[in-house]
């Protein structure tokens, strides 16, 4: 489960987070990074992941690899200044990715991340749209990456009920850095991982 954007309900999230002893990964951009960084520590402190969505959530295939490694530099050096801690996790902003990009993320220790299932939360489509969209998904399963926004609406609502509804399925849910192969691993078109030779 990963969230992102504004600030909102960051701290409402967390606190239902925390009620159900769920940790997630948090991907922030580098202007959130300056907008509010008692949340940045506050996240970081709760135990959850920190992860790096770029310095300016450009386009990210559009550019050179020296602008890359700058866009996803620049968010990690913030970050460590403010927790001590080295992200390791990256999301293209839109998804949008190349050879460039991943490339440049590989060299500065970075494992780029996707998602597939994606609540729509920003769509101010209501708590049910959401809970709906996310545990009904044809998309999801073991590895499931779901992608919600801090700042959306609506999440506050939906977040308990999605947590429920997962957990009635069978789901763990986990952060990132928990679900992920870091080597040994090969990738399929949906980006979901699998062992190598599996």
């Not at 990074?33 to 450009?58: Q, R």
């Amino acid at each position: 489960m990963t969230f992102t954007w504004c600030n909102e309900y960051t701290y409402t999230l967390l606190s239902i987070l925390d009620k159900y002893d769920v940790k997630a990964t948090f991907f922030m951009t580098g202007g959130w990074v300056e907008s509010y960084p008692d949340d940045v520590k506050a996240i970081a402190a709760a135990g959850h992941d920190l992860g790096n969505h770029s310095e300016n959530h450009k386009q990210m295939s559009t550019l050179s690899a020296s602008e890359c490694k700058e866009e996803i530099q620049s968010v990690h050096d913030k970050v460590k200044e403010l927790t001590g801690l080295d992200m390791t996790l990256f999301r293209p902003p839109y998804g949008d990715y190349n050879d460039t990009l991943i490339e440049a993320a590989n060299g500065l220790g970075y494992h780029a991340i996707q998602w597939d299932v994606d609540s729509l939360d920003w769509k101010d489509y209501g708590a049910d749209a959401i809970v709906s969209r996310v545990l009904d998904n044809e998309h999801l399963g073991n590895g499931s990456i779901i992608l919600m926004h801090n700042g959306a609406t609506y999440t506050k609502d939906a977040l308990p009920r999605v947590i429920e509804g997962l957990k009635e399925k069978g789901y763990e849910l986990m952060p990132i850095s928990e679900l992920i192969y870091t080597e040994n691993y090969e990738m399929d078109h949906e980006g979901r991982q699998y062992v190598t030779g599996s």
